[in-house]
């Protein structure tokens, strides 16, 4: 290194010392001051170049004793008051060092001066210490989690946040513990610690959130924060960890998350019912051309023919079809479940056909029946709906193997210890109850399955196993009943169904001195069918024509208000369907009412009678048969309106 490079190297780490550093002759004039030299000129002289000392310190008794102190070569130290910024004399303003240098290109003593200003020190010590003091205020006041670490990851400080967070004892000293060791953590989440404490060593910010155990063993997720804080010169110092408790806010998404998806669910159901009102509609008018057709060629066959059997078997399936669509259309909330006293074994012996077709070839049905069964309280077509879900998924869970699948009912007194060990809880009452008992030879469940088959949206390994049995466990809910399933994989499934008995020992069916009525009673005059369905039109027409009235038919409400208008006086009464493109029923009431208010109007429609006629309260409307229907309670529900006095 030349002494070009050296002097330079020399000059830059005078001009970066801290301290006042001034060179002087002996007499006090300046040869070179350093920046720090510069500033207190200028703060006490008003000029950052002065050129003599005696321009800063006008103390000429310090300056003649310090003289003849440096003549011997010797160092000295000064200690100077200052009354203008310190007036106390106990604490010195400025310390002065004084020190002679030889020069050897010259035959003169230089003379390096050194000055430190207490006051501006103080002040400085002062503002770092209201510093601190904010900082540690800020520290402890902080509403979320700190802690201060080393970069060894030991806590040197925590505020009160954390120890609150923590549930930590206020005079517990954390201070020294490494972090990740604490018992705060667990396995997991120490292993997420380090890995926030390296990255902060590698001047990276480390963001994620950490499952927290208190000391009470509470569960709480902290979204945290690793950042380093570096000193003055761009190093190290320590590691500020932050927290913030999210369980609240993460238990509330999750709570708007359920909630999102219980709406997004109920509008899929809500569209769901729509399409399965739609289709049950449209259903019972195809119905009614099966149903409707095979009671008129029952009517027209001798009594000993042979297709009488099969005509009733059309009959009683298009039935159960019906059923059926009445179960859809009280789903879809355009219908109403109806509970009277029912007969178990009847509702069961006119499934066995249904049954029979909705299994597996390689599925053999066997039904065992309690005689003289009391009575249940229920809904027809609910119960043929558990029925007919639970031996369909039991011919699925057999598979395309040979099995067995037995329906048995009886009776059976259950006390509380009975329900205790069922796998859903109704608080069902100690009693005697009717049991509907459906057993597969499948391939059966295990017992953690088992305990869950009745979540709404559970599937299992298993094939029809799901969620027809959320909605099965609804339907025996509803009818204050209970179930129990028992199953071993390999073996087999048996679910026991068990329903309250019916308090009224008579079923509600037609009388037979009814049925002998609507055999005998003829009507007479005139009436307009309306109805958009070919078939149905041609069925009512025969049916109407069988009864002994005359027949005007209309294809919509357009069409029938005009017939009415030429023919008013001849109408005795209108057979209306309520749903019709152009003019609907609803329209088409309106308008014939006004026409005449005493009309006699039966609304038709394949929707349930009291979704319609709650649009029709006070309107005047006389009666309503739902689709399908034959003749015999077409027979009655015109002899209610036409003959109401006929014994």
Same mark, same amino acid.
């Given at each position: 290194?030349?002494?070009?490079?050296?002097?330079?190297?020399?000059?830059?780490?005078?001009?970066?010392?801290?301290? /006042?550093c001034?060179?002087?002759?002996?007499?006090?004039?300046?040869?070179?001051?350093?920046?720090?030299?510069?500033?207190l000129?200028?703060?006490?002289?008003?000029?950052?170049q002065?050129?003599?000392?005696?321009?800063?310190? $006008?103390?000429?008794?310090?300056?003649?004793? @310090?003289?003849?102190?440096?003549?011997?070569?010797?160092? #000295?130290?000064?200690?100077?008051?200052?009354?203008?910024?310190?007036?106390?004399?106990?604490? $010195?303003?400025?310390?002065?060092?004084?020190?002679?240098?030889?020069?050897?290109?010259?035959?003169?003593? +230089?003379v %390096?001066?050194?000055?430190?200003?207490?006051?501006?020190?103080?002040?400085?010590?002062?503002?770092?210490?209201?510093?601190?003091?904010?900082?540690?205020?800020?520290f402890?006041?902080?509403?979320?989690?700190?802690?201060? +670490?080393?970069?060894?990851?030991n &806590?040197?400080?925590a505020?009160?946040?954390a120890?609150? +967070?923590?549930?930590?004892p206020? !005079?517990?000293?954390?201070?020294?513990?490494?972090?990740?060791?604490?018992?705060?953590?667990?396995?997991?989440?120490?292993?997420?610690?380090?890995?926030?404490?390296?990255?902060?060593?590698?001047?990276?910010?480390?963001?994620?959130?950490?499952?927290?155990?208190?000391?009470? =063993?509470?569960?709480?997720?902290?979204?945290?924060?690793?950042?380093?804080?570096?000193d003055?010169?761009?190093?190290?110092?320590?590691?500020?960890?932050e927290?913030?408790?999210?369980?609240?806010?993460?238990?509330?998404?999750e709570?708007?998350?359920?909630?999102?998806?219980?709406?997004q669910?109920?509008?899929?159901l809500?569209?769901?019912?729509?399409?399965?009102?739609?289709?049950?509609?449209?259903?019972?008018?195809?119905?009614?051309?099966?149903?409707? !057709?095979?009671?008129?060629?029952?009517?027209?066959?001798?009594?000993?023919?042979?297709? #009488?059997?099969?005509?009733?078997?059309?009959?009683?399936?298009?039935? &159960?079809?019906?059923?059926? /669509?009445?179960?859809?259309?009280?789903?879809?909330?355009k219908?109403?479940? @109806? @509970?009277?006293?029912?007969? #178990?074994?009847?509702?069961?012996?006119?499934?066995?056909q249904l049954?029979?077709?909705?299994?597996?070839?390689?599925?053999?049905?066997?039904?065992?029946?309690?005689e003289?069964?009391?009575?249940?309280?229920?809904?027809a077509s609910?119960i043929s709906?558990?029925?007919?879900?639970?031996?369909?998924?039991?011919?699925?869970?057999?598979?395309?193997?040979?099995?067995?699948?037995?329906?048995?009912?009886?009776?059976?007194?259950?006390?509380?210890?009975?329900?205790?060990?069922n796998?859903?809880?109704?608080?069902?009452?100690?009693?005697?109850y009717?049991?509907?008992?459906?057993?597969?030879?499948?391939? =059966?469940?295990?017992?953690e399955?088992?305990?869950?088959?009745?979540?709404?949206?559970?599937?299992?390994?298993?094939?029809?196993?799901?969620l027809?049995?959320?909605?099965?466990?609804?339907?025996?809910?509803g !009818?204050? =009943?209970n179930?129990?399933?028992y199953?071993? $994989?390999?073996?087999?499934?048996?679910?026991?169904?068990?329903?309250? %008995?019916?308090?009224?020992h008579?079923?509600?069916?037609?009388?037979?001195?009814?049925?002998?009525?609507?055999?005998?009673?003829?009507?007479?005059?005139?009436?307009?069918?309306?109805?958009?369905?070919?078939?149905?039109?041609a &069925?009512?027409?025969?049916?109407?024509?069988? /009864?002994?009235?005359?027949?005007?038919?209309a294809?919509?409400?357009?069409?029938?208000?005009?017939?009415?208008?030429?023919?008013?006086?001849?109408?005795? /009464?209108?057979?209306?369907?309520?749903?019709?493109?152009?003019?609907?029923?609803?329209?088409?009431?309106?308008?014939?009412?006004?026409?005449?208010?005493?009309?006699?109007? %039966?609304?038709?429609?394949g929707?349930?009678?009291?979704?319609v006629?709650?649009?029709?309260?006070?309107?005047?409307l006389?009666?309503?048969?739902?689709? $399908?229907?034959?003749?015999?309670?077409?027979?009655?529900? #015109?002899?209610?309106?036409?003959?109401?006095?006929?014994?």
């Open positions: 290194m030349n002494l070009r490079h050296q002097v330079e190297l020399l000059t830059a780490g005078f001009n970066s010392v801290a301290t /006042c001034v060179i002087t002759d002996q007499d006090w004039r300046i040869v070179m001051n350093n920046s720090s030299a510069e500033r000129f200028a703060q006490h002289c008003g000029s950052e002065i050129e003599n000392l005696r321009a800063l310190i $006008p103390n000429e008794t310090m300056f003649k004793e @310090v003289y003849d102190k440096i003549s011997s070569g010797k160092a #000295l130290k000064f200690q100077l008051l200052d009354e203008q910024f310190n007036p106390s004399p106990i604490k $010195p303003a400025w310390m002065a060092n004084f020190e002679p240098i030889s020069s050897e290109s010259e035959d003169k003593t +230089l %390096i001066v050194t000055i430190i200003d207490f006051r501006t020190r103080g002040e400085e010590l002062e503002q770092r210490r209201r510093a601190e003091a904010e900082f540690r205020a800020i402890d006041n902080a509403f979320h989690f700190l802690a201060l +670490l080393s970069t060894e990851g &806590i040197i400080q505020n009160r946040a120890l609150d +967070l923590l549930e930590v206020s !005079h517990t000293d954390l201070s020294d513990t490494k972090f990740v060791d604490a018992p705060f953590f667990t396995k997991e989440d120490a292993k997420k610690i380090q890995l926030a404490v390296d990255t902060a060593l590698q001047k990276e910010i480390f963001r994620d959130v950490v499952t927290v155990h208190t000391l009470s =063993g509470k569960l709480i997720y902290v979204d945290s924060v690793f950042c380093p804080i570096l003055e010169h761009g190093h190290i110092e320590y590691i500020l960890a927290g913030i408790d999210i369980t609240e806010r993460l238990a509330a998404e709570e708007r998350e359920q909630l999102r998806v219980q709406i669910h109920a509008q899929k809500e569209s769901l019912g729509m399409l399965a009102g739609g289709i049950a509609h449209d259903f019972n008018n195809l119905l009614m051309g099966i149903l409707g !057709h095979a009671d008129l060629a029952s009517l027209k066959l001798p009594a000993g023919s042979l297709a #009488l059997n099969n005509l009733k078997e059309i009959e009683s399936t298009a039935r &159960i079809a019906a059923d059926l /669509c009445r179960q859809m259309l009280a789903y879809s909330g219908g109403k479940f @109806v @509970v009277q006293p029912i007969d #178990l074994n009847s509702v069961i012996s006119e499934m066995e049954l029979a077709i909705s299994t597996s070839k390689n599925t053999v049905l066997k039904f065992q029946f309690s003289e069964l009391p009575l249940m309280e229920g809904d609910q709906q558990i029925i007919l879900n639970l031996v369909m998924n039991a011919s699925e869970a057999i598979g395309t193997k040979s099995g067995i699948i037995s329906i048995t009912t009886g009776a059976m007194y259950c006390d509380t210890n009975y329900f205790r060990t796998q859903v809880d109704f608080n069902t009452e100690p009693g005697t009717l049991y509907l008992e459906i057993a597969d030879t499948g391939s =059966g469940m295990d017992p399955t088992v305990e869950r088959i009745f979540d709404p949206f559970f599937s299992t390994k298993f094939t029809g196993r799901g027809g049995l959320a909605a099965v466990l609804g339907i025996v809910k !009818h204050s =009943g179930i129990k399933v199953s071993e $994989p390999g073996k087999g499934t048996t679910f026991k169904l068990l329903f309250p %008995i019916s308090k009224n008579v079923l509600e069916s037609i009388r037979d001195n009814d049925i002998q009525l609507e055999d005998k009673w003829r009507g007479e005059g005139t009436i307009l069918i309306v109805d958009d369905e070919e078939t149905i039109l &069925i009512a027409r025969e049916m109407l024509l069988l /009864c002994g009235f005359e027949v005007i038919s294809r919509d409400g357009f069409e029938a208000i005009k017939l009415y208008q030429q023919s008013s006086t001849d109408i005795d /009464c209108v057979l209306l369907d309520l749903t019709m493109p152009r003019m609907g029923g609803e329209a088409t009431f309106r308008e014939l009412r006004r026409l005449n208010p005493q009309l006699k109007i %039966i609304m038709s429609s929707y349930n009678e009291q979704e006629t709650q649009n029709f309260v006070g309107k005047g006389t009666g309503f048969i739902q689709k $399908p229907y034959q003749l015999s309670e077409l027979k009655l529900k #015109l002899k209610e309106i036409l003959s109401p006095l006929e014994e």
